[in-house]
């Protein structure tokens, strides 16, 4: 792919072209980690106090790169693409399904259902009360 050899394994001894894979690799996990990290912040301000969130989210990425430069180029692309299509997923689901919405809908549907079942009980003892 665009005169690189797969196959080949990025040489920590010299530098080459091969190293922006490892280190694209690196920054979409990095990423990836940071927006779901600020997501859940955001929705669980006590989740985020976790030691271990924070550390998952700056230690995926440095995995990422380490392993990276362990296999072939190959896998380092995969990567990449793995982690830039899970961001691009994760970014429209979170903007299509924001969980304040589908609280909101939720308890729409509800009232309108209730509102519903106290108007036909209504209705039902109106009908009761002139039929007796």
Known sequence: IFGLDLTEK???GNLSVLWI???LACLTALASSLFMFFRQKKQNPEMAKNPTMGC???MS???SLMFTFMFPA???VYWIMSSF???IQTVLL???HNPQKIIARSMIDETVDRRSRE???KKLKEFEEKNS
């Open 10 to 12: 990025p040489d920590t």
């Open 21 to 23: 894979i490892p280190i």
């Open 56 to 58: 998952m989210t700056f």
């Open 61 to 63: 990425p440095v995995m």
């Open 74 to 76: 190959g896998v380092g």
């Open 85 to 87: 299509f899970q961001l």
């Open 94 to 96: 979170n903007h299509t």
């Open 119 to 121: 108007e036909s009980i």
